[in-house]
C-alpha cells in the first residue's frame, strides 16, 4: 500500500503537522517506506511460533534477600530532638 501525496497531505492535517512542500516529498518517502517495512513483516510466516509476552523472555536473576547494614537505630536516634519508643517524635504541624 503506497500513499500519495494527497494521503500524506490528510495525514499530517489530522496529527496538526504542519508540512512545508519540501518537506512533504520527503516525508511521502519516508512513510511509503515505513509501509514496506510492516508489509515486508507481515509476509513472514510465523506458524508454529508462540507469541511472546515481552521480547526478553527470560527469567531474571535475583539476589538473595539478606540484610547488608547492621541494626544502627540507636546510632541515629542519638541525635535527634525527640525519640519515643524507637519512633522520631515530631512537632504537630495542622491544628
Known sequence: ???E???VEKIAHL???GLDEADLAATT?????????????QAV???????LAHPLEATQRLRPDQATE???REAYQAIAPAVEAGL??????IE
Open 45 to 51: 510466516d510465523t506458524t508454529g511460533i508462540d507469541p
Open 1 to 3: 500500500m503506497a500513499l
Open 70 to 72: 547492621g541494626d544502627r
Open 5 to 7: 501525496r494527497t494521503d
Open 88 to 93: 522520631y517524635l515530631v512537632p504537630k504541624v
Open 29 to 41: 518517502a519516508t512513510l511509503n517506506d515505513i509501509l514496506g517495512l510492516v508489509d515486508q513483516m
Open 15 to 17: 496529527a496538526r503537522l
